[in-house]
């Protein structure tokens, strides 16, 4: 699997029907422990070839470190979240999805892992608003000599904007699947 980072990007783009979601859960440490059969075809996986491996297997590189940051903060503090995530396929495809995510707990209630149930996102909101968004977060990234400070600006910029718009990103998210749908 390691070798899939350096898979190129074809730009194209992926489908999946609208009455199918796409389900994965992982361990705490993110590497997957199960994935139902759409995600796999949409992501071009077998089975055998994804549980155990890291869920970020389908990173794709437009989507902003800091977003993710965002996501592993929340989920791992024990709440759930919603964002619009692009993926990569296994041969350099690419699809988004609105991800809904949220941790697992144990009969002690203690966060055993996590499952994201991801369905097809809203085509506006992604060109819209998500699109012109990630790039400006990715532009920041880039402008740092490591990964972990563009992250950190990343991550301070965006949090600068919801404050600017007076607003949550839980908020905002909803405000957009609602305002859009």
């Known amino acids: 699997m390691a070798g899939n980072s350096k898979i190129h990007l074809t730009g194209v783009e992926r489908f999946f029907p609208a009455e199918q979601f796409l389900v994965s859960k992982t361990d705490l440490k993110g590497r997957v422990t199960y994935a ?17 491996q890291p869920h ?22 024990g709440r759930e979240i919603f964002a619009y995530v ?30 994201s149930n991801r369905r097809i996102p809203n085509r506006t909101v992604i060109d819209e608003v998500i699109s012109p968004l990630y ?15 563009g992250m950190q600006s990343s991550h301070a910029m965006l949090l600068k904007m919801l404050e600017e718009k007076e607003t949550s990103y839980e908020e905002l998210i909803f405000a957009l699947s609602n305002d859009n749908s």
């Open 36 to 52: 139902n059969r759409v995600f796999l075809d949409i992501a071009g996986y077998q089975e055998k070839e994804l549980l155990g």
């Open 86 to 115: 692009v993926n990569r396929a296994r041969n350099g495809d690419h699809y988004w999805v609105f991800a809904h995510v949220t941790p697992s707990f144990d009969a002690a209630g203690q966060i055993n892992g996590y499952h």
């Open 56 to 77: 970020s297997v389908i990173r794709h590189p437009d989507m902003p470190r800091c977003v993710f940051k965002l996501l592993w903060d929340t989920v791992m503090d």
């Open 135 to 149: 790039r400006s977060l990715l532009a920041e990234e880039a402008k740092h000599g490591n990964r972990k400070d």
